[in-house]
């Protein structure tokens, strides 16, 4: 069963505290992608990398920053974490064809008190 | 701005009925639209894609239809069981794919 795991479910961190959400896919995809999730908003990119190495800005980058180190993990990193983060962080996985059928981890619900 | 609207209030359907869901785009011109589901507290699932070039798409009770001219797809669930009870997220992508945005998502109530 292929899978996009994400290293925690919930997590709650104070302001100004840096923040890492690890994700690990096993299915060898070349393209992983992190999204914020609030409520009436939609799914919005934060970073997508589309090789090892590799990073690109999506449309809300500012206060985030990502690691891919090896294929299949891809970190996502919070300077100084603020209360404007607490949301639902998704991982995501794809093959080639960008962000199309991506499969999707089960999410950290981060709040910052 | 790109934008994608689906209907913000909740679906609420009988068993057995099909489930109609609808996603609308604005200034936009998507090669592929996907749709996903979505449980409560967990990542999305992705169910299916259509291309620019099709008119419709099956798989086993679901059926995708897009639209480019009205800039409309609609997301049809036949037989509907309370299992089906979720959030349906459409997502527009241009070609290449790596520019996609995503529906808020519409929840679907199926009642016994």
């Known amino acids: 069963d292929v899978k996009v795991t994400q290293s925690s479910r919930y997590l709650v961190k104070r302001t100004g505290e840096k923040v890492f959400l690890e994700c690990v896919q096993d299915m060898d995809h070349e393209n992983m992608f992190w999204y914020r999730q609030d409520p009436g908003l939609g799914l919005r990119l934060i970073y997508f990398?589309?090789?090892?190495?590799?990073?690109e800005k999506g449309d809300i980058p500012e206060g985030y920053s990502v690691s891919r180190e090896k294929k299949e993990r891809f970190s996502l990193i919070l300077e100084s974490a603020s209360t404007n983060q607490t949301s639902m962080y998704l991982c995501a996985s794809s093959s080639l064809g960008g962000h199309l059928s991506a499969f999707f981890g089960q999410g950290t619900r981060l709040t910052v008190v | 701005s790109q934008k994608i609207e689906q209907n913000s209030e909740a679906l609420n359907i009988q068993e057995g009925k099909t489930a109609t869901l609808t996603c609308n785009y604005t200034?936009?011109?998507?090669?592929?639209l996907q749709w996903y589901r979505q449980d409560p507290g967990r990542g999305p699932v992705f169910l299916l894609l259509i291309r620019e070039n099709e008119k419709e798409k099956r798989k086993e009770r679901l059926k995708v239809t897009f639209d480019t001219t009205l800039k409309q797809s609609l997301f049809h669930i036949t037989a509907s069981q309370p299992a089906d009870s979720a959030t349906y997220l459409c997502?527009?992508?241009?070609?290449?794919?790596?520019?996609?945005?995503f529906g808020a998502g519409t929840r679907l109530f199926v009642k016994a």
């Open positions: 997502a527009l992508s241009i070609t290449g794919g790596f520019k996609t945005i």
């Open positions: 990398s589309y090789d090892v190495k590799m990073k």
């Open positions: 200034n936009y011109s998507p090669a592929y």
